[in-house]
């Protein structure tokens, strides 16, 4: 199931960059609210490409990475680590 979860991000991120460019959009003097579209296009993927990283980022992190069996989010060190003495740590 990772394996088949990592495939997907990667297809997510190629779609993504593919997307990134608007190559269609060159040479097109279209204006939208006085703004050229092409610009309108980089706003709503900006948009989209922070949503993506956002879910990315609370589900995905680390996969491909981390070695399977791991939870992949490292609370367990921290919580042992600041549960010590109650003073401060280095």
């Keep these: 199931m990772r394996r088949l979860e ?10 993504l960059s593919a997307l990134s460019i608007p190559w269609f959009l060159w040479g097109d003097a ?17 948009l989209l490409a922070s949503v993506v990283f956002w879910l990315f980022a609370r589900r995905a992190w680390g996969i491909g990475i981390e070695p399977p069996g791991s939870s992949g989010d490292g ?8 549960s010590g003495s109650g003073g401060e740590q280095p």
């Design 6 to 15: 990592l495939v997907g991000w990667i297809a997510v991120a190629v779609v």
């Design 30 to 46: 279209t204006l939208v609210a006085g703004v050229p579209l092409w610009l309108w296009w980089h706003v709503g993927w900006m």
């Design 75 to 82: 609370r367990g060190e921290r919580t042992a680590s600041r």
